[in-house]
């Protein structure tokens, strides 16, 4: 068995197919691991999603911001934006069990080999690895939940800016997804700048990349992840492997293979 992961696809699934066929992807045999965003900006939403899903075993996913996003709208809380590609999803006579899938997502996962781990964004500098996992299993079971709706409404926005043990309720739920599925640059205690989205060398005073905080706990893993495009897939660590590379904007589009550690690209 060969695991492949692959970056924010994004509706892009053109350039997965191209990826998939060069390396000659099995889904008998092989694994497909995604960093998330699988939806929204590219042409091809709905046929991604339908994509991974119909992976079943085959395929692990965690959520990304874009995800997350679809979810909102599909339950009436944010309405489609300028630039979004989502609609087709919510006019597909198969809505409701690709958005019944999504739901049962994680926001974090760890190979049970313990060799790599995959989050969207990032971890917060506080967290070791069992401590995400936990998290992101605190934020599975509300998605699966009557609470869904509540954590939907109250997902969006900044605040609170740092981890603390002692934060409750929505507040917990926002902050704990905001660094999964947000996070770019932080302080060494945790705090979050969600507004930069530009490169690793434009942190602000007194931040940086999320993976480069000297406090990190690297443990044994290598962590792959996504959503920084600007970053252009270098993020300096030889244990952290930063996939998206901007296929949405149409730079390329990249796949990992964990056993050799080699990339794969297509041009979008």
Not at 185 to 200: M, P, Q, S
Not at 208 to 215: G, R, T
Not at 250 to 264: F, M, P, S
Request: aromatic share 8%.
């Amino acid at each position: 068995m060969t695991r492949y992961a692959v970056g924010d696809v994004q509706g892009c699934l053109q350039p997965l197919q191209c990826l998939l066929e060069k390396v000659k992807f099995d889904p008998v045999h092989d694994q497909l691991w995604t960093v998330g965003d699988m939806v929204n900006r590219g042409p091809q939403s709905l046929e991604c999603l339908r994509f991974f899903k119909d992976l079943g075993a085959s395929v692990r996913v965690v959520l990304g911001n874009h995800d997350l996003h679809l979810l909102a709208v599909a339950h009436g809380i944010r309405k489609v934006k300028r630039g979004d590609t989502i609609q087709p999803i919510l006019d597909a006579p198969d809505r409701n069990e690709l958005l019944t899938w999504l739901t049962r997502q994680p926001l974090f996962y760890r190979d049970p080999s313990h060799d790599y781990a995959m989050v969207h964004a990032g971890l917060a500098p506080q967290w070791d690895l069992l401590r995400a996992q936990q998290l992101s299993d605190e934020i599975s079971a509300v998605l699966q939940s009557a609470q869904l709706i509540e954590f939907l409404h109250g997902m969006y926005g900044d605040e609170p800016n740092c981890w603390n043990e002692n934060l409750q309720g929505i507040e917990r739920w926002r902050v704990i997804t905001n660094y999964f599925t947000r996070l770019r640059f932080c302080t060494e205690r945790g705090e979050l700048d969600l507004k930069n989205k530009l490169g690793a060398e434009t942190a602000p005073p007194g931040f940086m990349p999320w993976f480069m905080v000297p406090s990190r706990n690297s443990a044994s893993n290598n962590l792959i992840f996504g959503h920084w495009a600007s970053l252009l897939g270098r993020a300096d660590r030889a244990d952290v492997f930063a996939l998206d590379t901007g296929c949405v904007w149409g730079q390329r589009l990249t796949l990992l293979n964990l056993e050799t550690q080699a990339l794969t690209h297509c041009d979008c």
